[in-house]
């Protein structure tokens, strides 16, 4: 999605979004891209992305999470409200909540709970994204400052507790347990992948190593927001799990292509220079399977050299061209690739429906996007 703000989102748009739920999809095609481009502020074209077309069927709901998170700003304290309110205004694919929704509508009706948990993991993801660039010291996120840089290191951490003490609140006020539970085991997860991503830095992590750290960093969450789509609708616990499925390869094979995109992808459409976990010592998939060839000895010079002094970009430009050659890349590009193949076959269980098959391309867009 573009860097661009959020507009707020009224009664009466929400009022439209679910009026055109009730249409056929090709009538409601150009109106719906319409309105959704009108929530994050992007001029929306039918053919533009993939993601804009996956969000159709659920974005009436998708709206209504908006406006959610939207309303999660008053009351806030300062720093906590200006650093909300700046998150949200660079935009972001809000993927997480659109799982859920899609688990939700595959699986059973939308209900007021489904929409509480679908706001509570794209906060659970803003929280962590404060954290994360705080302790890894990013500078900008989507082409604009990070929370850190906006407030400060101290502050931003206050505020990412800050956020995830108010979903709790808002769980508890509803005494969903069974959220809670889930909610929390996750969370629990994500600082475990952090803390092991950290005692990483620098050093030759294995595979294994790697997709335990991403799986702590990305699937279980991606993994959370699938099942509860399941839970929040009382849907058999076998769909549940096959959806748990579903997510947890979803969140790999996203997290694969995040890392290649660190490495490969263009710096204007990702609004951050390139080769930025690489000099943070963060040795991803392509990095790991590179370093192993026969060969990797100028790769692993070079990479021994940014522990030393900050790298140029020209010498990050020649490590990425040292990985591809390597077979880095590729490799890569294939196990992400597996693991969406493994995220639709899950959806097999599952009975046929709109929402089905939306998965199944969202499956298909996280090894494809640009961003």
């Not at 990013?138 to 800050?162: E, K, N």
């Amino acid at each position: 999605m573009g860097n661009v703000g959020l507009r707020l989102v009224g009664p009466g748009v929400l009022r439209s979004a679910r009026r055109r739920r009730d249409q056929s999809p090709r009538a409601a095609m150009a109106g719906t891209l319409a309105l959704v481009g009108g929530l994050v502020g992007i001029d929306y074209q039918p053919d533009r992305t993939i993601l804009q077309e996956i969000s159709l069927p659920v974005a009436g709901q998708l709206a209504e999470v908006e406006l959610r998170l939207q309303q999660a700003e008053e009351g806030a304290p300062p720093a906590a409200a200006r650093a909300y309110r700046h998150m949200l205004q660079g935009g972001g694919k809000r993927l997480r909540p659109l799982v859920l929704l899609l688990g939700a509508e595959a699986t059973g009706e939308y209900n007021g709970r489904v929409l509480q948990a679908a706001v509570a993991v794209e906060q659970v993801h803003l929280a962590s994204v404060i954290h994360d660039d705080v302790v890894d010291n990013t500078r900008s996120r989507r082409g604009r400052d990070s929370v850190r840089m906006l407030l400060g290191d101290r502050q931003a951490v206050l505020v990412g507790d800050y956020l995830v003490a108010q979903i709790y609140r808002q769980l508890a006020a509803r005494d969903d347990s069974r959220v809670v539970s889930v909610l929390t085991e996750t969370i629990v997860q994500m600082c475990l992948g952090a803390l092991q991503e950290m005692q990483w830095r620098y050093q030759a992590a294995t595979e294994p190593d790697y997709l335990r750290a991403i799986s702590a960093k990305t699937a279980v969450l991606m993994q959370a927001s699938a099942r509860l789509g399941a839970i929040c609708v009382g849907a058999d616990p076998r769909m549940e799990q096959v959806l748990g499925r579903y997510g947890y390869d979803l969140g790999i094979a996203f997290q694969i292509r995040d890392d290649l995109l660190d490495l490969y992808g263009d710096p204007a459409i990702l609004g951050k220079p390139i080769g930025q976990d690489l000099q943070a010592g963060q040795f991803t998939l392509p990095v790991i399977h590179a370093l192993q060839q026969p060969g990797a000895d100028p790769l692993q010079k070079l990479i021994d050299q940014f522990i030393v002094q900050r790298p140029e970009p020209e010498q990050v430009a020649r490590a990425t061209e040292l990985i591809e050659c390597l077979g880095g890349r590729e490799y890569a590009e294939h196990r992400a690739r597996h693991h969406a193949d493994q995220a639709q076959a899950a959806l097999t269980e599952l009975r046929e429906s709109p929402a089905r098959e939306t998965l199944s391309r969202l499956a298909d867009y996280a090894v494809e996007r640009r961003q």
